[in-house]
Nanobody, 128 residues
Framework: QLQVAESGGDLVQPGGSLRLSCVGS????????IGWFRQAPGKEREGVSS????????VYAESVKGRFTISRDNAKNTAYLQMDSLKPEDTGVYYC?????????????????????WGQGTHVTVSS
């Protein structure tokens, strides 16, 4: 069964850093793009970043460019989201998702509809 699971969420002060992990199981992890999304309290879920299966390509939302870095280690079936210079507006539940219907394809999209296998989320709170 294809699954992804996030971890690494925590309470961090503004300006701090955090690294989220997304572990995949039940599928050939390296074949599929992985996206990170977040949902702030009272707001709709939004795309944050995405990376191709080969890790050769990635995209970022404008709001996180220069602060967040996406990466993956296919040998560990794990994708990461390194978050630096965190702001209170980065608070929310962070989800990873796999584009599990299109092996070897990277759309570069941050739209939810492009991703079909979702984790349960991990909470990130940026507050002093």
């Amino acid at each position: 069964q294809l699954q992804v699971a996030e971890s690494g969420g925590d309470l961090v002060q503004p300006g701090g850093s955090l690294r989220l992990s997304c572990v995949g199981s039940g599928f050939p992890f390296h074949h599929y793009a992985i996206g990170w999304f977040r949902q702030a309290p009272g707001k709709e879920r939004e795309g944050v970043s995405s990376i191709s299966g080969s890790a050769m390509s990635s995209v970022y939302a404008e709001s996180v460019k220069g602060r967040f870095t996406i990466s993956r280690d296919n040998a560990k079936n794990t994708a990461y989201l390194q978050m630096d210079s965190l702001k209170p507006e980065d608070t929310g539940v962070y989800y990873c998702a796999a584009d599990s219907r299109r092996p070897g394809y990277f759309s570069g999209s941050l739209m939810e509809s492009e991703y079909h296998s979702w984790g349960q989320g991990t909470h990130v709170t940026v507050s002093s």
